[in-house]
C-alpha cells in the first residue's frame, strides 16, 4: 500500500470563516425580513431565531461532530444512529436540495454587478440557443465564477477556509461601514428605528412573526454544512466547538448591526424599509452617504455571494463522495486527487450540474430549501438521540450537557419552530413547496432500493467498502 500525502488542514479561523459563509455571508440578502415584517420584528426575529433555531441545532452538531469527526458529517451521523436507509436520505436529499441552492450564488453574484454595469443583465447579449436555453453573457458570467472556485476547492478544504478569511473582511468591511454611517444618523437625526413593530398597521403581531421566521431561518441555516470537511480539519474535536459558537455570535452581530442601522433611511421612498429587498442595502448605503458606500456595499454583496458558493461546494461536493465511498453512486465518483486528497471528480460533477441550473430561473424553488434542510435537521436530533441510547460510551469530546432536560428542550424547539415554518409556508404558497418535497422525497427513497441491492451484491465477499471509521482503505487517485 502506497503512503498518501497528508493534506493541509482547516485550522480554525479558517474554520469559523467557513461556517460564516455556509450560515450567512452577511447581512446581504436579509431586507426582505423588514418589509415582510417590519421594522420592530425584523429585529426581534434576528435576536430570537439564533435561540430557538440556530444554537439548538449548532449544539447537536457540536456533539455530533466532536464524536463522528469524519469526510461526509452529517450523513455518517445519521447512517450510524438511524441507520442505512436515513443515512442515505440524509445525504441524497441535501446533495439534490444543492443543486437549486448552489445555482442562486452565481445568479446574486451577477445581480450586484449588473447594478454597476446593466449590461451583463440576463438576456442583454445572448450568444446562442440551444432548445429553450439562451447562452447569454449573463451565464458565461456564471461559468467563470464557478470555475473559479472549482478550482479553488480543487486546492483542498484548506485553501477554502484560508481565501473565505480574506472574503469575510471584504464583506464585513462595507456592512461595518454602514453601521458606522446608519447609527450616526440615527443619532443626529433622532430617527426612531423601532417605532413601527409590524409592516403594516393591519398586521398582527403573531402574523409578522410568523411571515418572518421562514426568511430568518434561511438566514440561520446551514450549521451542518461543514461537518462534511471534518476529515480534513485540524483537530475538529477542539476547534469545531469553539468555532460554531463564535460563528453564532458573529453572524447575528452581522444581522442585527447593519439592519438597526439602516433602518435610518426611514420607511418610504426608494430606499425606505417598506421597499426592501434582497440587495437593498446598497440602496440604503446611496441614500446615507453617497454612490461611495453604494459601490462598497455592491462589491461586499459580490464577494459575499461568491464566497458562499466556495464555502458550500466544500460541503456540498463531499456527499457524493461518501455515498460513492459506501457503495451507493460509481468507485469512479470517489476519485481523490493524488497530490492534495480532494474529491476531484465528485467536486467537479457537482459544479458542472450547478452550472447547468444557472441557466434558467429555479427561484420558485428555493421554498423547498429550508423544508429539505428541516427535514434533514431533524434527522440528525433523532440520531443523536439514537446514538446516546444505543452508543452511550461513544467518546463524544463536547456533549450537550443538561441531560435529558436539555436533549428534550432542543427537540422541542427546532421541531417546534420546523413545524411553524412549515405551517406558514403552506398557508402564504399553497402546496407547491409541500409537492416539490414529497416528490424529493418520493425520488430519493425510490432510489435507495435498487442501490443499495447493487451496494449488497458488490460486497456480498466482504464487509462495505466504506464506514464512518474505515480509515484503512486506499482510495482511487487522480493525478492533480
Sequence with gaps: MTSLPSPRRVKLMPLVALIF?????????????????????????????????????????????????????????????????WGFQQGVLRWLCSFVDMAVYPVLFTSYLQSMAAWVAPGQHVLFTVGHFAFDLNWFICLAVIAVFTLVNLMGAAWVGDSSVLFAIVCLTPMLLLSVVGFAHLLTHGTDPVSTMTSAPDQSMWN??????????????????????????????????????????????????????????????????????????????????????????????????????????????????VLAEDGYFPQWVAKRSARRQVPVVSIVGSSVIYALFCLSSFSNLIIVDVF??????????????ALRVREPELERPYRIPGGALSLTLITLSLTGVCAWAAWQQYAQNGTQAVTYCLFAVGASTLLYFPLAWRRRRNTTAGPASATATADAREPETVAL
Design 21 to 85: 459563509f455556509s450560515v450567512s455571508g452577511g447581512a446581504y440578502g436579509i431586507e426582505g425580513l423588514f418589509s415582510t415584517s417590519g421594522p420592530g420584528m425584523g429585529l426581534l426575529l434576528i435576536l430570537v431565531t439564533p435561540l430557538i433555531y440556530s444554537i439548538p441545532h449548532a449544539l447537536v452538531c457540536a456533539e455530533l461532530g466532536t464524536a463522528i469527526p469524519v469526510d461526509g458529517g452529517f450523513y455518517h451521523w445519521v447512517r450510524r444512529g438511524l441507520g442505512d436507509f
Design 208 to 321: 409578522a412573526f410568523g411571515a418572518g421566521l421562514f426568511l430568518a431561518m434561511w438566514n440561520y441555516s446551514g450549521w451542518d454544512s461543514v461537518s462534511t470537511v471534518a476529515g480534513e480539519m485540524e483537530d475538529p474535536r477542539r476547534h469545531l466547538p469553539k468555532a460554531l459558537a463564535v460563528s453564532v455570535v458573529l453572524i447575528a452581530v452581522g444581522y442585527l448591526l447593519p439592519a438597526l442601522a439602516s433602518l435610518a433611511v426611514g420607511a418610504n421612498g426608494p430606499a425606505g424599509w417598506r421597499n426592501w429587498d434582497s440587495g437593498s442595502f446598497s440602496d440604503v448605503a446611496k441614500a446615507l452617504a453617497g454612490p461611495w458606500l453604494q459601490i462598497t456595499v455592491t462589491v461586499g454583496g459580490m464577494f459575499a455571494s461568491v464566497a458562499m458558493f466556495s464555502a458550500l461546494l466544500a460541503s456540498n461536493a463531499r456527499l457524493p463522495f
Design 372 to 385: 429539505l434542510t428541516n427535514i434533514s435537521l431533524l434527522l440528525q436530533v433523532a440520531a443523536l438521540i
